[in-house]
């Protein structure tokens, strides 16, 4: 099924993995879309934003015929859903569909929460180095959950990219640039041997190609 370009919009930052999320999404599913830049400072925030989500106030949003709809993850199930033309993003098994859940759940809860305390910790490198212990134990947990959801293939939705892998995959340039400011590589090939496999494969595809922001560009905006 196709889209034309006005009738999808995305209001996002191209740099925000929650954006990359709905812009993976929608590059599998060959759709077109015009993107709309937004800056999410606290006091910057555009009318379009303030209005279309006026509960969080937050990137990205999502229109659909002028339709607004709010959080990634529920974006990317609308997505999947409104346009069910292969590739499928979440399985359709329902057993394996309510696995995907629970990890882009626990991503989304468990995982992602670690990154803001890094960002947000002003203290000693002994507490900064705490906070990359949590995230290579949170990446040791999704190690044994892409074994699991896998099946031996090459993506956690098997063949293909599918829903925890845009839950997961978004972030993958900032893990990037956090590796390289700490000098600590957080996907090491001997701890984690398949995310860091399936890392390079996911970020080869074109889909992700097209959307994931390069490391370089990253680093200039935090150094």
Same mark, same amino acid.
């Given at each position: 099924?196709?889209?034309?370009?006005?009738?999808?919009?995305?209001?996002?930052?191209?740099?925000?993995?929650?954006?990359? $999320?709905?812009?993976?999404?929608?590059?599998?599913?060959?759709?077109?879309?015009?993107?709309?830049?937004?800056?999410?400072?606290?006091?910057?925030?555009?009318?379009?934003?303030?209005?279309?989500?006026?509960?969080?106030?937050?990137?990205?949003?999502?229109?659909?015929?002028?339709?607004?709809?709010?959080?990634?993850?529920?974006?990317?199930?609308?997505?999947?859903?409104?346009?069910?033309?292969?590739?499928?993003?979440?399985?359709?098994?329902?057993?394996?569909?309510? +696995?995907? $859940?629970?990890?882009? +759940?626990?991503?989304?809860?468990?995982?992602?929460?670690?990154?803001?305390?890094?960002?947000?910790?002003?203290?000693?490198?002994?507490?900064? $180095?705490?906070?990359?212990?949590?995230?290579?134990?949170?990446?040791?947990?999704?190690?044994?959950?892409?074994?699991?959801?896998?099946? %031996?293939?090459?993506?956690?939705? %098997?063949?293909?990219?599918?829903?925890?892998?845009?839950?997961?995959?978004?972030?993958?340039?900032?893990?990037?640039?956090?590796?390289?400011?700490?000098?600590?590589?957080?996907?090491?090939?001997? +701890?984690?041997? $398949?995310?860091?496999?399936?890392?390079?494969?996911?970020?080869?595809?074109?889909?992700?190609?097209?959307?994931?922001?390069? +490391?370089?560009?990253?680093?200039?905006?935090?150094?």
């Amino acid at each position: 099924m196709s889209a034309s370009t006005s009738d999808v919009k995305v209001l996002g930052s191209a740099k925000s993995p929650f954006v990359i $999320r709905v812009e993976i999404a929608l590059k599998l599913k060959s759709i077109e879309y015009e993107f709309i830049e937004e800056n999410n400072y606290k006091d910057q925030k555009s009318e379009l934003l303030l209005q279309s989500n006026p509960i969080h106030k937050k990137i990205p949003v999502f229109f659909h015929s002028n339709k607004p709809i709010s959080e990634s993850l529920i974006i990317v199930q609308y997505i999947d859903e409104t346009w069910p033309d292969a590739p499928s993003i979440l399985p359709s098994d329902p057993y394996d569909r309510a +696995t995907a $859940r629970f990890w882009a +759940t626990y991503i989304d809860n468990n995982f992602f929460p670690i990154f803001r305390e890094l960002k947000e910790e002003r203290g000693d490198d002994k507490a900064k $180095r705490a906070i990359l212990d949590k995230i290579i134990e949170g990446l040791s947990v999704l190690e044994n959950a892409f074994v699991e959801c896998s099946k %031996g293939k090459s993506f956690f939705g %098997g063949d293909t990219i599918g829903y925890v892998d845009i839950s997961l995959g978004c972030i993958l340039g900032w893990l990037k640039v956090i590796s390289i400011i700490t000098t600590v590589n957080l996907l090491d090939q001997g +701890t984690t041997p $398949r995310l860091v496999q399936w890392s390079q494969k996911f970020c080869a595809h074109e889909a992700v190609k097209a959307v994931l922001p390069e +490391t370089q560009k990253l680093l200039k905006l935090i150094t």
